[in-house]
């Protein structure tokens, strides 16, 4: 079952004057552990377990689990955050049995089962986001904090992108869209918005500047967006990418 909110958890051990937070962080290359501070939102202590082949998974996280530091905090919450593709749809047109086909209409190459995927529902932008999660690396981690709160990085990357449109000022041309893209090494997200309303989101594979650029150019084409009235803001494209999607797109904002 995806689990879409989180309660209180209490270890026992001997920081207990304050609570923390333990996000669990998982992607392709391994697993990542922050111990954050509920006061300031600090963090006190990371770990990296990489992870060189994919079957063996489970065996890092279980000892990663097994660590003994974790039981020196006392946890008000536990979150795992999973780095993969994912696709949204409007909360009003949500369905879980649904969850699996519209998946697989959108990442035709990803092997998924309807035991693999989750969701998180973003209740200010009216959305769900959808995507898969190993079934067996969620058992391990509920085996140890049954309450885990599960979502993953495009979901907290969709929020971040609709706390930047909230901020930018109504623009003087009613019909002007903003497109924000965060692009990484083998795949990019895009969230478009009119006027704070959230239009598209999304993942798309591609792992070169060419796939990048083409796959992008069309997302703008399919949404009939502006070349020049339009605003693109581009996370983590290298200064060729943009230089490229530049000539193409002429309203383009960089962010670090």
Partial sequence: MPVTTGTT??????????GYRLSICSSADGFSFSVCSMLDGSVVQTDLYPVS???KAGEVLQ?????????DYRFQAVELIHDTPSTTVPLEHFSKSDMLAFYRLCFPRQQASLS??????????????IFRLDRNILRIVQARYPDVKVCCSEAQQLEDFAAMQERRPVPADSQQRDAYVRFGEKQFFV???SRGTLL?????????DSDRTFLLLG??????????????????ASAELQETIGEYLLNIVGHG
């Fill in 191 to 193: 969230a478009v918005f």
């Fill in 9 to 18: 958890m209490l270890a026992t051990g001997s920081k207990t004057l304050a």
């Fill in 53 to 55: 082949q994919p079957s």
């Fill in 219 to 236: 997302i703008w084409k399919a949404l009939d967006m502006h070349a020049t009235r339009d605003v693109c803001h581009i996370q983590g």
């Fill in 116 to 129: 693999d995927m989750q969701y998180c529902i973003l209740s200010s932008l009216e959305v769900v986001v």
């Fill in 63 to 71: 000892r990663a689990l097994q660590k003994s530091y974790l039981m």
């Fill in 200 to 208: 598209y989101a999304g993942s798309q594979a591609a792992d070169n």
